[in-house]
């Protein structure tokens, strides 16, 4: 087992993020900032969410202390040229899902590994292929899990993911926010 020589600290309120994390065995700490996650209209999709990973890591700038690692991570689902953002409400929620629907999108989690001294940006690709969801699947599944805190609306793990995904090409784990195998090989490298 991987054995750090920081003490990690995860920049996230991410309840999956942090259970994850814990899965896999890390000892962290949580640390949470808010910060507005804003970006430049002209970056390429792809680049979103390692730009706002390294965003929520300048918040930090000056705190951590020489023995910390900070983690942070933020995930974008893209179908096609659009992001899909957090939904709003459950006509917003309704809507991702019927565009997600018969489809396949990307799932792109950005990371950023800070210490005082150094800083390693990346991230991980995860294709979704979503089968055709009927009317009452949606709004069941809206109803009853309220993914509201889902980029992208819906949650892998969770029933839609279970019955309404085909098939994915990458790491489940990235569709979830946190692509471990990524985050432990650069966690090595580091």
């Not at 009853?144 to 090409?169: H, S, T």
Request: net charge negative; aromatic share 10%; hydrophobic share 35%.
């Amino acid at each position: 087992m991987y054995q750090p020589n920081y003490r990690l600290i995860l920049a996230s309120g991410s309840p999956r993020r942090q259970e994850l994390l814990q899965q896999a065995g890390f000892n962290f700490e949580v640390r949470v900032k808010t910060i507005e996650e804003t970006y430049p209209e002209a970056l390429p999709k792809e680049e979103i969410a390692a730009f706002l990973a390294k965003m929520k890591a300048k918040a930090f700038d000056g705190e951590l202390q020489q023995n910390e690692l900070l983690i942070t991570a933020d995930t974008v689902v893209i179908l096609g040229k659009e992001e899909l953002q957090k939904p709003r409400n459950f006509e917003e929620a309704y809507t991702m899902l019927s565009k997600l629907s018969g489809n396949m999108h990307r799932v792109i989690t950005g990371m950023c590994l800070c210490s005082r001294e150094k800083e390693v940006v990346f991230s991980d690709t995860t294709n979704v292929h979503f089968r055709e969801l009927s009317e009452s699947e949606k709004e069941n599944y809206i109803k009853n899990y309220k993914p509201f805190d889902k980029a992208g609306g819906y949650g892998i793990q969770e029933w839609i993911g279970m019955l309404g995904i085909e098939r994915i090409e990458g790491s489940f784990y990235n569709v979830m926010g946190l692509p471990l195998h990524t985050l432990y090989q650069q966690l090595k490298l580091f």
